[in-house]
């Protein structure tokens, strides 16, 4: 989420940063909001049908280009690029999450563990916009931003597997 908030934040000043026009930004702001819509409504039915937390790997996967083609940003296939991918696929995240929480953790403890994980959820959405501007202001730029949003997604994604196999050993060692 810390990832997500942050591009949601900085974007558009990081590819004003690199000489695009702020207006037409603005606008591709603007497709990013409509491009989610599809993601939002389909996503949490896919997850419903198959494995979420595949398909919340899959998504994070998905979503990498986006951030990368940010790190440089100063190409307009680049700026294009990270707008539309990012558009159609960020808008998915929440719900998707939602579900795989559902499957992963409901029962008489889910509210318990969905209010302890939107702590967790508010640090990285106000944490990952606040470290992105300081370093926005420092010598690494929105470049060094960018690189350091690609490795926590990519961090992401590692922990995200790891707690697969976890939940895998966990079922499997559970008598039948």
Not at 48 to 64: E, G, H, K, M
């Amino acid at each position: 989420m810390a990832v997500l908030e942050a591009f949601n934040v900085h974007r558009i000043a990081r590819f004003e940063a690199t000489g695009f026009d702020p207006i037409m930004l603005g606008w591709w702001a603007v497709a990013v909001g409509v491009l989610s819509l599809p993601g939002r409504y389909l996503l949490p039915m896919l997850a419903n049908r198959f494995d979420s937390a595949r398909i919340w790997i899959a998504l994070t996967l998905l979503i990498l280009p986006s951030v990368l083609v940010a790190i440089r940003g100063s190409e307009a296939w680049e700026m294009n690029s990270h707008f539309i991918l990012f558009g159609l696929l960020f808008g998915a995240f929440m719900p998707l999450r939602a579900v795989l929480m559902s499957d992963w953790y409901s029962g008489p403890r889910f509210g318990a563990l969905m209010g302890i994980q939107a702590v967790a959820l508010a640090g990285g959405r106000a944490g990952g916009p606040a470290l992105v501007g300081w370093m926005a202001d420092s010598p690494l730029g929105y470049t060094g931003g960018m690189i350091f949003l690609a490795v926590l997604l990519i961090c992401s994604l590692l922990c995200t597997m790891m707690a697969i196999q976890q939940r895998r050993k966990a079922w499997s060692s559970m008598p039948q």
